[in-house]
C-alpha cells in the first residue's frame, strides 16, 4: 500500500501563518490500507485547502475531530457516510451520505466530532477548504453562515449547533475543481495558481450560499434535497423491485421532474442508476463473501440467477461464477 501525504504552507504564505495540527491527519491514515495521495496545504492565515485521490482497500470507519467553522467539500468520487456532531451540548448527530456530483457546506461555531463509514474498494477523490471563524469574519462572510437555517434554500440539515447545506456543482465550480486536483496532485508545484483557484472556488461557493436562487442549476436547487433521497433510498434497498411511481411517492416529486432531475443530478437514469449500484454491490459480495451466485442475485433484487449473470457479464466481462473462482477483488 502506497500513500503519499504531504502537509506544507504554500510558498508566498505570510511568516505568521500556521497550518494547525490536524487531529485527524496523516497518523489517522497511517494503519488503513490506503492508496493513492493528499495533499494538505495552508494558503493564508485561517484558510487552507485540501486535495485527494484515494482508494480504500478496507473498510474505513474512524472516529474524527474537526475545528470550528466552514469546511466546504468537492468530491469528485466518493461512496458512504459520515456522522456529525458538536463536540460539546446535547445537539443531535446528523447523518450525512456522500455524493460525487454536488458540492458540501457544513458550517459550525463549535468543534465538530464525528465518523466516517466508507466502504471498501472505495474511490474517494476531490477537493476541501477549510476557513476558521477569524478568516470568515475578515471577510464579512460569517454572519451569513451562522443566520442560515431550515429556510435557506441550499439546507440539507441542521440544528441548533450545525448547519450543513448542499448544492449542485456549477459548471465554474467543476473547472476550479478540476483544476485544484490537476495541480495538486501533479508533479510541478505552482503554488500561486493553487492560491488563486483555492480563493475562486471559496468565492464563487459563498456567492452560491449569498444568491443561491441565480446559481446555473436554479431549477434542480429546489429539488436536491428529494433526488438525494431518491438515490439513499435506491442504494439502502438495492434487493427491492423499484417503480418510477414508487420512488417519486416516497420522495415528494412527479415522476417527470423525479426522471429528469435523477438525470441531471447524478448523469444516469433511474433504472441504469440502479442496475450499476446493484452490479457494483454483487461485486463487492462475491470479492469477500463466500456467498452463492444465487444468494448474491437475491440480495441485489434479481430473482432470476440467469438474468443477473447476463448483466454482471455485460457489465464486467465475466460471469459471476468466473469473477468468483478467479478470486477478483473489487474495485
Given at each position: 500500500?502506497?500513500?503519499?501525504?504531504e502537509?506544507?504552507l504554500?510558498?508566498?504564505a505570510?511568516l505568521?501563518?500556521?497550518l494547525?495540527v490536524?487531529?485527524?491527519?496523516?497518523?489517522e491514515?497511517?494503519?488503513v490500507e490506503?492508496d493513492?495521495?493528499?495533499?494538505r496545504?495552508?494558503?493564508?492565515?485561517?484558510?487552507?485547502v485540501s486535495?485527494?485521490?484515494l482508494?480504500?482497500n478496507?473498510p474505513?470507519?474512524?472516529?474524527v475531530?474537526?475545528?470550528?467553522?466552514?469546511?466546504?467539500?468537492?468530491l469528485?468520487?466518493?461512496?458512504g457516510?459520515?456522522l456529525i456532531?458538536?463536540?460539546a451540548?446535547n445537539?443531535?448527530?446528523?447523518?450525512?451520505?456522500?455524493?460525487?456530483?454536488?458540492?458540501?457546506?457544513?458550517?459550525s461555531?463549535?468543534?465538530?466530532?464525528?465518523?466516517y463509514?466508507?466502504?471498501?474498494?472505495?474511490?474517494?477523490?476531490?477537493v476541501?477548504i477549510?476557513?476558521?471563524?477569524?478568516?470568515l469574519r475578515?471577510?464579512?462572510?460569517?454572519?451569513?453562515?451562522?443566520?442560515?437555517?431550515?429556510?435557506?434554500?441550499?439546507?440539507?440539515?441542521t440544528?441548533?449547533?450545525?448547519?450543513?447545506?448542499?448544492?449542485?456543482?456549477?459548471s465554474?465550480?467543476?473547472?476550479?475543481?478540476?483544476?485544484?486536483?490537476?495541480?495538486?496532485?501533479g508533479q510541478?508545484r505552482?503554488d500561486?495558481?493553487?492560491?488563486?483557484?483555492?480563493?475562486?472556488?471559496?468565492t464563487?461557493?459563498?456567492?452560491?450560499?449569498?444568491?443561491?436562487?441565480f446559481?446555473q442549476?436554479?431549477?434542480?436547487?429546489?429539488?436536491?434535497?428529494?433526488l438525494?433521497?431518491?438515490?439513499?433510498?435506491?442504494?439502502?434497498n438495492l434487493?427491492?423491485?423499484?417503480?418510477?411511481h414508487?420512488?417519486?411517492?416516497?420522495?415528494?416529486?412527479s415522476e417527470?421532474?423525479?426522471?429528469?432531475g435523477?438525470?441531471?443530478?447524478?448523469g444516469?437514469p433511474v433504472?441504469?442508476?440502479?442496475?450499476?449500484?446493484?452490479?457494483?454491490?454483487?461485486r463487492?459480495?462475491l470479492?469477500?463473501?463466500?456467498s452463492?451466485?444465487t444468494?448474491?442475485?437475491?440480495?441485489?433484487?434479481y430473482?432470476?440467477?440467469s438474468?443477473f449473470?447476463?448483466?454482471?457479464?455485460?457489465q464486467y466481462?465475466m460471469?459471476?461464477?468466473?469473477?468468483k473462482?478467479?478470486?477478483h477483488?473489487?474495485r
Amino acid at each position: 500500500m502506497t500513500l503519499n501525504f504531504e502537509e506544507r504552507l504554500l510558498k508566498q504564505a505570510q511568516l505568521e501563518t500556521l497550518l494547525p495540527v490536524r487531529r485527524a491527519s496523516q497518523a489517522e491514515l497511517a494503519d488503513v490500507e490506503i492508496d493513492g495521495d493528499f495533499r494538505r496545504l495552508g494558503i493564508r492565515d485561517g484558510l487552507e485547502v485540501s486535495i485527494y485521490d484515494l482508494v480504500l482497500n478496507a473498510p474505513f470507519r474512524r472516529k474524527v475531530v474537526s475545528d470550528a467553522g466552514l469546511t466546504m467539500v468537492f468530491l469528485t468520487n466518493a461512496a458512504g457516510a459520515s456522522l456529525i456532531r458538536p463536540c460539546a451540548g446535547n445537539a443531535a448527530e446528523i447523518r450525512l451520505d456522500y455524493d460525487a456530483r454536488t458540492a458540501i457546506m457544513i458550517y459550525s461555531d463549535r468543534d465538530l466530532g464525528g465518523q466516517y463509514d466508507v466502504p471498501a474498494n472505495t474511490r474517494f477523490s476531490g477537493v476541501e477548504i477549510r476557513a476558521t471563524d477569524a478568516f470568515l469574519r475578515r471577510l464579512d462572510v460569517i454572519e451569513t453562515f451562522r443566520n442560515a437555517r431550515d429556510s435557506h434554500p441550499l439546507t440539507l440539515a441542521t440544528n441548533k449547533a450545525i448547519w450543513i447545506g448542499r448544492f449542485p456543482i456549477t459548471s465554474t465550480i467543476e473547472a476550479l475543481v478540476s483544476h485544484l486536483m490537476t495541480s495538486g496532485l501533479g508533479q510541478k508545484r505552482d503554488d500561486l495558481s493553487m492560491e488563486a483557484r483555492s480563493l475562486d472556488l471559496l468565492t464563487a461557493s459563498i456567492s452560491v450560499m449569498r444568491e443561491p436562487l441565480f446559481c446555473q442549476k436554479t431549477k434542480f436547487l429546489r429539488d436536491t434535497n428529494a433526488l438525494l433521497k431518491a438515490k439513499t433510498i435506491l442504494l439502502h434497498n438495492l434487493d427491492k423491485a423499484w417503480t418510477i411511481h414508487d420512488l417519486a411517492r416516497q420522495v415528494g416529486l412527479s415522476e417527470k421532474r423525479l426522471k429528469e432531475g435523477f438525470r441531471q443530478q447524478f448523469g444516469l437514469p433511474v433504472y441504469s442508476f440502479l442496475q450499476k449500484s446493484r452490479m457494483e454491490e454483487a461485486r463487492a459480495i462475491l470479492a469477500q463473501k463466500d456467498s452463492t451466485v444465487t444468494e448474491v442475485a437475491l440480495a441485489v433484487g434479481y430473482a432470476n440467477p440467469s438474468r443477473f449473470s447476463q448483466l454482471f457479464l455485460r457489465q464486467y466481462g465475466m460471469t459471476p461464477s468466473v469473477f468468483k473462482l478467479q478470486g477478483h477483488t473489487a474495485r
